[in-house]
């Protein structure tokens, strides 16, 4: 499993995208298939309701990243431009109808069965979908922020079982009676120093570290991008005197300063994460499994039950990368999508036709588009005399 982990994301940002949603998908029907089998009354038309919510909020999910990270190839098809105008507006109309023919099937005697299912649905598209969505676009802003916060849920996983099937003795929580706070603290050291290194090794990688910006490119391709965002560039940092003492008394080395890249001080952060909040989301799946008394949300994978129990710390730790990137180490640079889709939305088309002969004007006058202008303006000049007209 981790040999097809690791050439999946070697074959290229789309099968590493592919790879999501058929995990989502999977897991998706893994909640929806428990809440169909404890149901006391077969729920009309539950399947079919929550298969079309799920396809619903994909088509709404999907939509808007395409539209956020890739306007600059879709905003100029008059095919495409409707369906991006009005993308929101599309997205709504599909919900409501599936509320509306949820509603018209609500039946005597199972309003209590079908509201259920129906709270049920929306809980599993807010908790797995939703989620999910947020590790697709982590991977577009660069593969690190896939790959470092899902490596640091499985070194928890391992480290705080490790640590707990040897030292451990105290219980952590009721919830889950074989979790014990020395593997909990076990797996968060080790978590914090292998989030360390990891980040070390895979800055490196400029297919690690650079925006998607073309879909079918893989780990062989030339892949390179300026400028490139300075977290991953290292810089000295001054050490503590007290600490320079300490290492020059025990190494009898000189040291004042060591060269260390931003990312990976973001990286011990993400280990916090990794370590003390996203263990609670498979707390909150063993509390789900609890309450349809269950062992395993499925048997997908042998001898580990189903692909739930594999992810339920994964779509929480997904959801936080994507917030922390954002918040903290995003770069906002002005794009030529982001203009494109002003001019698009907010200029008339005349409007568009004079700030096209301005810029070839400018471009003209700095020598770039000597040869080849006055045909381009001729063109845009019978144009605009056609719009005007």
Same mark, same amino acid.
């Given at each position: 499993?981790? +040999?097809?982990?690791?050439? !999946?994301?070697?074959? #290229?940002?789309?099968? /590493? ?18 809440? =169909?089998? /404890? ?19 994909? @088509?709404?999910?999907? #939509? ?20 991006? %105008? ?7 109309? &599909? ?9 018209? =099937? ?33 991977? !577009? ?7 470092? *916060? ?5 070194? =928890? ?12 003795? %105290?219980?952590?929580?009721? &919830? ?10 076990? #797996? ?8 360390? &290194? ?30 490139? =965002? ?5 810089? *000295? ?5 007290? &600490? ?34 996203? *263990?609670?989301? +498979? ?18 994978? *042998? #001898? ?20 922390? @990137? ?35 004007? @400018? ?27």
């Amino acid at each position: 499993m981790i +040999g097809a982990f690791f050439t !999946i994301l070697a074959s #290229g940002y789309i099968w /590493s995208i592919v790879m999501v949603m058929i995990i989502t998908l999977l897991v998706y029907r893994e909640v929806i298939q428990i809440a =169909n089998i /404890s149901a006391k009354t077969n729920v009309r038309w539950f399947k079919a309701l929550s298969w079309y919510f799920f396809i619903t909020t994909e @088509y709404f999910l999907y #939509g808007e990243s395409i539209i956020y990270y890739f306007k600059q190839f879709i905003m100029v098809d008059a095919l495409l431009l409707p369906l991006v %105008t009005h993308h929101r507006f599309i997205s709504f109309m &599909l919900y409501v109808l599936g509320f509306v023919f949820f509603v018209m =099937n609500l039946k005597k005697g199972q309003y209590r069965s079908q509201m259920s299912q129906f709270g049920w649905t929306h809980m599993a598209i807010l908790l797995i979908v939703i989620q999910a969505h947020f590790i697709v676009n982590n991977i !577009i802003e660069g593969l690190i922020w896939f790959v470092l *916060p899902a490596a640091l849920v499985v070194c =928890n996983d391992i480290f705080a079982y490790v640590c707990g099937f040897f030292w451990g003795k %105290t219980r952590l929580i009721q &919830l889950s009676p074989k979790k014990t706070v020395e593997g909990f603290v076990g #797996g968060f050291v080790m978590t914090v120093i292998l989030g360390f &290194l990891i980040a070390t090794l895979l800055m490196r990688f400029d297919y690690m570290t650079c925006p998607v910006t073309d879909l079918g490119a893989s780990a062989w391709s030339n892949i390179s991008c300026e400028p490139k =965002n300075p977290v991953f560039t290292s810089a *000295p940092k001054a050490i503590h005197p007290l &600490l320079s003492n300490i290492i020059k008394l025990l190494l009898n080395k000189d040291i004042t300063e060591v060269w260390i890249a931003p990312v990976q001080l973001h990286a011990i952060v993400m280990a916090f994460f990794a370590s003390l909040i996203a *263990p609670f989301g +498979g707390f909150f799946a063993s509390a789900v499994k609890r309450a349809f008394k269950i062992k395993d949300f499925g048997h997908s994978i *042998p #001898g580990h039950g189903g692909l739930t129990d594999r992810m339920d710390c994964q779509f929480l730790m997904g959801l936080f990368s994507y917030m922390y @990137y954002q918040s903290f180490i995003k770069m906002y640079n002005v794009s030529v999508g982001t203009i494109l889709a002003l001019i698009i939305n907010n200029l008339s088309m005349k409007e568009q036709f004079e700030l096209l002969e301005r810029l070839q004007t @400018y471009l003209v006058n700095q020598d770039h588009l000597a040869d080849q202008i006055g045909g381009v303006i001729d063109k845009a000049q019978s144009l605009l005399s056609k719009t005007v007209g």
